[in-house]
T-cell receptor, first 114, second 115 residues
Framework: GESVGLHLPTLSVQEGDNSIINCAYS??????FIWYKQESGKGPQFIID?????DKRQGQRVTVLLNKTVKHLSLQIAATQPGDSAVYFC?????????????FGQGTILTVHP | DAGVIQSPRHEVTEMGQEVTLRCKPI?????LFWYRQTMMRGLELLIY????????DSGMPEDRFSAKMPNASFSTLKIQPSEPRDSAVYFC?????????????FGQGTRLTVV
């Protein structure tokens, strides 16, 4: 049969708008989460992280929200700029038997229009 | 520190050949990860090491893939024999320690093309 690639979620915004990128994680025992940004031709780069005992953490222009009840993460980018255009990944550090294991979500493509 | 260093940056090889990808983690980091990125499957964890010991290799596709970490400053990912479906970007990442609440730092990746 024919194989299909991943259909990454996409988000298209205007420069200056706020962006919200969502991620569902899989392991209820995961205790640490990271958002990464990946630009074309480069490896993923760290944006912000959050421990499982927190529900919100703010950085410069970015905020991460964690809802453990529904295993959901979001990344909010304020005043989005064209340089923010990239693929964004959430990553979870496994707990229990998967302790230390860092696994990634499928990614979201963010496009910022000037 | 120069960050995580991977070599080569690009590799083109013929089907059936052996391919070896190399990684130098950040000095002082004792967790190391190998990932494969493709359009089909996204960013997949292949294997990770802690203190040079493989902890979880459940993501290694099949016996053609093997990874070693002979010391704290070097790791290899080998594919023998290579197949066209192995074409992907392979990333190495390192992290301060397994239990630390710190991010993993990624190398620039090796783009592998098997023809």
């Amino acid at each position: 049969g024919e194989s299909v690639g991943l259909h990454l979620p996409t988000l298209s915004v205007q420069e200056g708008d706020n962006s919200i990128i969502n991620c569902a994680y899989s392991n209820s025992a995961s205790d640490y989460f990271i958002w990464y940004k990946q630009e074309s031709g480069k490896g993923p780069q760290f944006i912000i992280d959050i421990r499982s005992n927190m529900d919100k953490r703010q950085g410069q222009r970015v905020t991460v929200l964690l809802n453990k009840t529904v295993k959901h993460l979001s990344l909010q980018i304020a005043a989005t700029q064209p340089g923010d255009s990239a693929v964004y990944f959430c990553a979870e550090r496994g707990g229990g038997t998967s302790y230390g294991k860092l696994t990634f979500g499928q990614g979201t493509i963010l496009t910022v229009h000037p | 520190d120069a960050g995580v260093i991977q070599s080569p940056r690009h590799e083109v090889t013929e089907m059936g050949q052996e391919v070896t990808l190399r990684c130098k983690p950040i000095s002082g980091h004792n967790s190391l990860f190998w990932y494969r990125q493709t359009m089909m499957r996204g960013l997949e964890l292949l294997i990770y090491f802690n203190n040079n010991v493989p902890i979880d290799d459940s993501g290694m596709p099949e016996d053609r893939f093997s990874a070693k970490m002979p010391n704290a400053s070097f790791s290899t990912l080998k594919i023998q024999p290579s197949e066209p479906r192995d074409s992907a970007v392979y990333f190495c990442a390192s992290r301060y320690r397994q239990g630390a609440d710190t991010e993993a730092f990624f190398g620039q990746g090796t783009r592998l093309t098997v023809v």
